[in-house]
């Protein structure tokens, strides 16, 4: 399971399908969509309570959870223990990054830090965690507007993925005199999820907009991306306050109060605000699928100003317009989509395509189709398929021997080893993916070769995922623990292949996964849910702690999908999505399409940002499961259906 905000997890077994229990609550507590909305995100169960760390590994977490949070008083006195510890670099790190944020993880303009920091550049340069500060120090430098020093750093930070550090990078080129037209271009197509603009990215939205970059009606629509999240604060931080802002707010809580108070206000405001208005109320009745979303949605669209839509709000006015079938607005509203929206996600290329088709336009459609062909993901088999192509699983190119005793012998691979071993995957991966940088097709390959032996699966999966146009889809794609799952599989006539492309979504392959909220192992298992299956299936004697077992886990998972399987009429699609989120959910979303739709549609228009990425990658994943498993040709439209708004009764399944 995966994402910073939120996750859940469930499984399993052959259910009678009618019931109309239910369950109590309990078993409500802890369905699948509460704990995918309490966290998304999967990590290695620590190790910090295991007896087989030694008494410095402790120290060593106790430092890390310090530095965490900013305790730069415990941080140093921790470090000054651990003086001989032998990962000496991280020890430093830990104490310095505390003197550089406050408590509430703001970064310090004034600290005592510099020479430190310096000296730590200069000492690790080139390594991972050197970056990791450099970007810690680039929001130091920024908060300072020392931007001499700020861009001599800058020009150095190796993964520029901090949004905070690219808007100072922006306020430093508007120091210089750079023309506000470019930097305000920049600044929209950098500013997409309100959630990493910090203090920097209002700044710099101001800076722009007093210089006429931005109208205050673009200004406004930044702060609405804040309110429309519930980020008052942040709101408050840009110069225009939304005039629209108490429409947003309450179509967050009922959108159709909004809509009916704000209808009979349109003649107080002027155009750019009331579109502005319909475009949030549209966005609300759009996740909730209700049908009045187009209703709404057109009410803007008529106005036009579609540059003064959020990027949640263009996204989820195409995913209305696909459950209504309103293939112009789908194709008009991508057409006005700010650039980078349009490009972050292969969604918005395929149902571009999709409408051009739709509309008549074969020839832009297939120009469309093929650009995306050649790409691994849900949305290349679409195209595919459409284009009357088979999916298929490119040519293998094995892992050269020496190649991979070359990267075995790597110091930095055994670095992030050493980190997983004590519970620290966050570490771990950033050493690993590090040092990734700069290999080519066949040294990833040999390094994803070399994870797979050492039992690295989400290792092996995620490097062998990166290459370019030389891949080896049995390392992207794995099967381990076969020999336990396929019969457990074969007794419930549960197809293998859709179950591999849902353990590598749910764990990657992780045996002691662990979510936020308890689920655990490789079918990523909520203990409640265990229970209930467990009984089910007539394991009378289970426990929770048993989720640990391999055999265990994946019987319950297999059983749990199966279940939620047969009572979702055999849809892959509703199963995958009832497995992540629970099994009333998909109900729920089925009842609400105005008409029956193909799955991609349905799989589009989830209103749980998670389980919609999770169906997806599902699906796909199983393609290529099938693809490499037999000589069947997969279908990922087949296996998607179509999907109709069928009355549903409720059912046991927790």
Not at 290 to 319: C, I, N, S, Y
Request: charged share 25%; hydrophobic share 40%; aromatic share 10%.
């Amino acid at each position: 399971m995966l994402q910073r905000k939120t996750t859940k997890l469930i499984n399993k077994h052959v259910l009678q399908s009618l019931v109309l229990i239910a369950l109590a609550s309990a078993t409500a507590d802890f369905s699948h969509a509460q704990k995918k909305q309490a966290s998304n995100q999967v990590t290695a169960k620590k190790k910090s309570s295991d007896t087989s760390l030694r008494s410095d590994d402790r120290m060593f977490l106790e430092l890390r959870e310090a530095s965490k949070n900013n305790d730069a008083n415990k941080a140093k006195d921790l470090g000054q223990k651990l003086s001989n510890y032998d990962i000496a670099d991280y020890v430093t790190y830990f104490q310095i990054k505390p003197r550089l944020f406050d408590k509430s993880g703001a970064p310090r303009a004034e600290t005592t830090a510099d020479d430190s920091v310096g000296q730590f550049l200069k000492k690790y340069a080139g390594t991972a965690l050197a970056d990791r500060l450099r970007n810690d120090w680039l929001l130091v430098l920024g908060k300072r507007k020392d931007w001499s020093n700020f861009d001599r750093e800058y020009a150095q930070f190796v993964l520029d993925d901090d949004i905070q550090v690219k808007c100072y990078a922006l306020q430093s080129r508007f120091s210089k005199g750079e023309p506000v037209a470019m930097l305000a271009a920049e600044t929209k197509n950098i500013l997409l999820d309100s959630r990493h603009f910090g203090e920097a990215c209002p700044e710099t939205v101001n800076l722009i907009y007093r210089e006429g970059g931005f109208s205050k009606y673009e200004v406004a629509t930044f702060s609405r991306m804040a309110i429309e999240n519930n980020f008052e604060t942040l709101s408050n931080r840009f110069d225009v306050t939304d005039p629209v802002a108490d429409v947003v707010r309450s179509a967050r809580k009922s959108p159709e109060i909004a809509f009916r108070s704000f209808d009979k206000k349109t003649w107080r405001t002027n155009k750019e605000n009331t579109a502005a208005a319909w475009g949030s109320v549209g966005q609300y009745f759009a996740k909730r699928l209700d049908p009045k979303a187009m209703e709404v949605f057109r009410l803007q669209h008529e106005l036009g100003q579609h540059h003064l839509l959020t990027p949640e709000t263009q996204e989820w006015k195409v995913r209305a317009a696909l459950r209504e079938g309103d293939w112009q607005i789908v194709k008009e509203t991508i057409e006005h989509m700010t650039p980078s929206v349009k490009k972050r996600d292969p969604a918005w290329t395929y149902w571009y395509a999709r409408a051009q088709k739709e509309l008549g336009d074969e020839s832009l459609a297939k120009e469309g189709l093929q650009a995306l062909v050649d790409q691994y993901h849900f949305y290349g088999q679409l195209a595919r398929e459409d284009l009357g192509m088979k999916i298929y699983v490119p040519k293998r190119v094995p892992a050269e021997e020496s190649l991979v005793k070359q990267m075995s012998s790597n110091k930095a691979f055994a670095r992030a080893v050493r980190f997983y071993d004590m519970g620290l995957r966050f570490e771990g991966n950033r050493e690993w993916n590090w040092e990734l940088r700069g290999l080519s097709d066949k040294q990833l390959i040999a390094v994803a070769e070399h994870a797979k032996r050492i039992g690295l699966y989400d290792r092996a999966v995620n490097t062998a995922d990166r290459t370019k146009s030389e891949h080896d889809f049995s390392l992207r794609y794995p099967t381990p623990f076969k020999e336990s799952l396929a019969p457990i599989a074969r007794s419930i006539s549960l197809d293998t292949n859709w179950t591999y492309g849902l353990i590598r979504q749910e764990s990657r392959f992780i045996m002691n996964a662990r979510s936020h909220v308890g689920a655990s192992g490789l079918m990523q298992v909520m203990p409640a849910t265990a229970k209930y299956v467990a009984k089910k299936i007539g394991m009378n004697s289970f426990k929770p702690a048993q989720l640990d077992d391999m055999k265990v886990n994946l019987t319950l998972g297999s059983n749990y999908l199966n279940m939620v399987l047969q009572d979702l009429d055999g849809s892959w699609a509703l199963a995958s999505a009832a497995y992540n989120a629970g099994p009333r959910r998909p109900k729920m979303w089925r009842e609400k399409l105005p008409r029956a739709v193909e799955g991609a549609i349905f799989a589009e228009t989830i209103p749980f940002n998670e389980t919609r990425g999770y169906v997806k990658n599902v699906l796909a994943n199983a393609s290529y499961y099938t693809a490499m498993s037999s000589n069947k040709t997969p279908s990922l439209k087949q296996n998607l259906g179509m999907v109709s708004p069928k009355r549903s009764v409720l059912s046991e399944l927790p």
